[in-house]
């Protein structure tokens, strides 16, 4: 079988086992870190609902990307006749995608903030700060959204932005959106944060002390800082793919190209920003799971609460 042939076929298996496999194990554990996040030693807690928020929205963008994919492997594909829906579709995706983005970088942030000597710093890693925060970056979002919706079409069956210089400033858009802002933000706080903790443990080395709970507390910080890291490097890992794809596009944009390239590049457009990009949705309690032995220890215990209490209910039934 030629190129042109194979990775069409690829895709297509990628699609009916890789995303349906990750929708699925990602939903459960999206499912999770909510719950776990709203238990009451967490949920009056500004990086918990950072957490929350970004698990909420990352489970919302995750099923609007994908389920329209897993449908379309065994139906018409809505994107391909239904301009509404290829307007609407990218609405939602991109809003609830950005959500979960912001969030992260807001959570970054607020561990900074926490870890901070400074007063004036350590005030935005408060509940009531987070209160605001999160509704403000909503509506930010779902306003800004409609911008780059504006800029797409459905043309000859393809649900993509306009050509000419529209494509270019949607291009740049995304580009920034997606790739930039995003990384450089969470990036930013994130060597912040290590900065801040390297310090503190400088400070308190020194100092024996047969207390317990500050020790705790300081476990726990570790704990946050390195799921924090790991969910970054995974980030980064399935966003570069799509921003290097957007400069390709824009770069080779007028180039003519035969058969095997077209069948490349739509395979590898198809695996950076569709693949990897929306798998991005699903990481956040993977890592949390491998990354923190507390994280792991207290979502046993949780998952034994809920058997015990559902045992109950069927023993008082």
């Known amino acids: ?19 349906t496999t990750y929708l699925i194990l990602g939903s459960i554990g999206l499912f999770l870190n909510i719950a776990y996040f709203t238990q009451p030693a967490y949920r009056d807690k500004s990086f918990s609902l950072y957490i929350v928020a970004m698990s ?46 912001t969030f992260f970088v807001l959570a970054c942030a ?3 903030a926490s870890s901070s000597t400074q007063a004036k710093i350590r005030r935005f890693s408060q509940y009531k700060v987070a209160i605001r925060v999160i509704p403000s970056v909503l509506l930010f979002w779902f306003i ?6 504006m800029m797409r079409t459905l043309d000859k069956g393809v649900c993509d932005a306009r050509s000419g210089v529209i494509h270019t400033v949607y291009a740049i858009y995304i580009l920034m959106s997606l790739g930039i802002f995003p990384l450089t933000g969470s990036s930013v706080f994130a060597i912040l944060l290590i900065k801040n903790m390297k310090s503190i443990r400088q400070r308190i080395h020194p100092t024996i002390t047969l207390e317990p709970e500050p020790h705790n507390l300081r476990k726990r910080d570790r704990d946050m800082l390195r799921m ?3 969910e970054l490097i995974g980030y980064i890992l399935t966003t570069i793919p799509n921003t290097v794809i957007q400069i390709y596009k824009s770069a080779a944009a007028n180039v003519v190209k035969t058969k095997d390239r077209l069948a490349i590049e739509n395979f590898t457009i198809y695996l950076a920003q569709i693949f990897l990009l929306y798998l991005t949705n699903t990481l956040s309690f993977w890592v949390f ?10 979502l046993k215990n949780m998952l034994i609460r809920w058997y015990r209490f559902i045992t109950r209910q069927r023993i008082n039934q």
Do not use: K, W
């Open 56 to 101: 909420i929205c990352g489970l919302l963008g995750l099923y609007i990307s994908t389920v329209p994919i897993i449908y379309a492997l065994h139906n018409p594909d809505p994107l391909t006749y239904n301009a509404f829906f290829c307007a609407i579709q990218f609405y939602l995706r991109h809003s609830f995608n950005e959500l979960l983005r």
């Open 110 to 112: 607020d561990r900074y």
């Open 228 to 230: 924090l890291l790991v």
């Open 1 to 19: 079988m030629s190129v042109v042939d194979t990775l069409p076929l690829v895709q297509q298996y990628l699609s009916q086992y890789g995303i």
């Open 144 to 149: 800004v959204s409609i911008f780059p919706t």
């Open 289 to 298: 799971l491998s990354a923190s032995q507390t994280y792991r220890t207290e």
